[in-house]
């Protein structure tokens, strides 16, 4: 799903009339938000909804495939969703 049709979802579930520019704008605001606190403190939970979680992965060396070269990927940071065991998928 891309964030389009992100957004013509969140615009037919939403209860006030917008067009869909509006909606990206606010799923914009809101991943924003959820970035810089991401940032500032590492973790978000959303009550009966899942938590938001910065992760490190480590250092690992993989093989190129094609070539049979050793390489080395770094660590790095990423963000991880853990959707809580209340959330009901219809």
């Known amino acids: 799903m891309n964030k389009k049709s992100f ?9 006030e ?8 704008n606010e799923i914009n605001e809101f991943l924003e938000i ?16 899942g938590i938001f979680e910065v992760i490190k992965r480590q250092p690992r060396r993989i093989s190129n495939p094609k070539t049979r070269e050793i390489m ?16 009901k998928f219809d």
């Open 34 to 49: 959820l970035e810089k606190i991401l940032i500032n403190d590492g973790k978000v939970k959303l009550i009966k909804k």
């Open 72 to 87: 080395m990927i770094y660590p790095k940071k990423t963000v991880r969703f853990r959707a809580s065991k209340n959330m």
């Open 7 to 15: 957004a013509k979802i969140y615009r037919s579930l939403s209860k």
């Open 17 to 24: 009339k917008m067009t869909i520019k509006e909606s990206l």
